[in-house]
């Protein structure tokens, strides 16, 4: 490897809700270290999913802040309320990543661009979702309609569902960041434990297969991570998860009808832990009723909010 052409650093992903920012994170990771739902904000935790190349390194950082509840506000007020989170969030990033959705741009775009542009951070535009417009026709003068007037690194329609358009997207993100060796090993994805991971890809599941009867309070907290040798297959990890929800009512929703929705949601939980870790994963999964968590801080601490 030509270390002197290698280029690394930190890349903001920031788009509205449901854009794809997950689905793009963890196509470029190459491995899911970020869920992704229909269902809009999914991502709770700021995440980082390191991506290693031939060429370089992309850290690629969540900016909370920066894309909850764009569209539904505007005025003044928000664009200084938004560019303050800005500021903090973008503290130190080299590169951004404006996530749009191919046909699309609305005012909460316009909002993260000239909070990246105040940021003073170069911006590369992802028009996502190429995948879904029927008349390609249309896309070329929609990517030069939002390009006009603006001040963009370059610009790239991608699927990245379908992981088309992701090669000269990387090309074109790593030339913006700084010449530097990797700052992660090559076989580093992420810096959240196995044992976050765990918990979200269980939380993702809860989402995906409850949608709109999925309580908003529930949790998923981890209470058991252990890694034991296994003769047949090697490494076997044994894995409790507790989900957490507030009413009795909310935990029959949650197992089911003779327990079949909780166990779909853990079958599917723990095939794409085992997918994710690489090995054989034993999971057990409970459901219990907390009242009122959702109001008591130390219990959100317990859980994991700042
Ligand atoms: N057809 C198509 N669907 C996509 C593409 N990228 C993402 N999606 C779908 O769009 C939905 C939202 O994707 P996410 O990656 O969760 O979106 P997000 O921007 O991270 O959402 P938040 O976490 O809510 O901010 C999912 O159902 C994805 O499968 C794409 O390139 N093509």
Not at 154 to 160: D, F, G, I, L, N
Not at 183 to 200: H, P, V
Not at 212 to 222: D, H, K, M, S
Request: charged fraction near 25%; glycine fraction near 8%; include cysteine.
């Amino acid at each position: 490897m030509n270390t002197s052409a290698f280029h690394a650093g930190t890349v903001a992903v920031i788009g509205r809700p449901n854009v794809g920012k997950s689905t793009l994170v963890n196509a470029l990771v190459g491995a899911k270290v970020s869920i992704t739902s229909n269902r809009p904000q999914t991502t709770r935790h700021r995440l980082l999913g390191i991506a290693t190349f031939p060429h370089g390194q992309l850290l690629l950082v969540d900016t909370p802040g920066l894309h909850r509840e764009q569209s539904r506000h505007g005025g003044k007020a928000m664009h200084r309320a938004m560019n303050r989170a800005a500021r903090g969030a973008l503290e130190g990033v080299d590169a951004a990543m404006l996530v749009i959705e191919a046909g699309r741009w609305d005012d909460g775009d316009t909002l993260a661009y000239d909070a990246l542009r105040e940021a003073k951070v170069p911006v590369v535009l992802v028009v996502n979702q190429v995948d879904r417009t029927k008349d390609k026709t249309q896309l070329l003068p929609f990517l030069a309609e939002v390009s006009k007037d603006r001040d963009f690194a370059s610009v790239h329609p991608v699927s990245a569902l379908k992981r088309k358009g992701l090669e000269p997207l990387v090309e074109s993100v790593l030339k913006l960041l700084p010449q530097q060796p990797a700052l992660y090993a090559e076989d580093e994805i992420t810096d959240k434990s196995q044992r976050f991971l765990a918990g979200e890809l269980l939380r993702e599941q809860l989402m995906r297969q409850l949608g709109a009867e999925l309580p908003y309070a529930t949790t998923v907290e981890i209470e058991r991570f252990e890694e034991e040798p296994s003769e047949k297959t090697g490494a076997m990890y044994r894995i409790g998860a507790v989900i957490w929800v507030e009413r009795d009512g909310q935990k029959a929703i949650v197992i089911g009808k003779a327990g079949a929705r909780l166990k779909e949601i853990s079958t599917k939980a723990r095939l794409s832990m085992e997918a994710l870790f690489g090995c054989k994963v034993f999971l057990e999964t409970w459901v219990r009723v907390r009242e009122g968590w959702s109001d008591d801080e130390a219990a959100l601490k317990a859980f994991g909010y700042e």
